[in-house]
């Protein structure tokens, strides 16, 4: 089973960029696709994209073009590269297997404000 851990939120301008990590264990982590979600004040948890084992990648609209999902299976670790973020991108990320709804980590926070 995976469990994620996430990392890497704060507070950031307008336009500004963030690099978020998730650390997974409990599971050989190469064979897993791994998903990015984010969930904002009030809101549903969101998809935001998707890395699959073979490296390829597919992204929400709304963050496509701005936002990068990579991963380092030494590490068993998947990565979320941010950049001109925007205040509507505010929301606590998670990381998780694709399509799994359980196991969730803590999350963590980023806040996008002047």
């Known amino acids: 089973q995976v469990q994620p851990v996430e990392s890497g939120g704060g507070l950031v301008q307008p336009g500004g960029s963030l690099r978020l990590s998730c650390a997974v264990s409990?599971?050989?982590?190469?064979?897993?696709?791994m998903a990015w979600y984010r969930q904002a004040p009030g809101k549903q948890r969101d998809w935001v994209g998707t890395?699959?084992?073979?490296?390829?990648?597919n992204y929400a609209d709304s963050v496509k073009g701005r936002f990068t999902i990579s991963r380092d299976n030494a590490k068993s670790t998947v990565y979320l590269q941010m950049n001109s973020l925007k205040a509507e991108d505010t929301a606590v990320y998670y990381c998780n297997e694709l399509g799994r709804d359980s196991n969730w980590g803590q999350g963590t926070q980023v806040t996008v404000s002047s």
């Open positions: 890395i699959f084992t073979g490296g390829s990648t």
């Open positions: 409990g599971s050989i982590f190469r064979f897993y696709h």
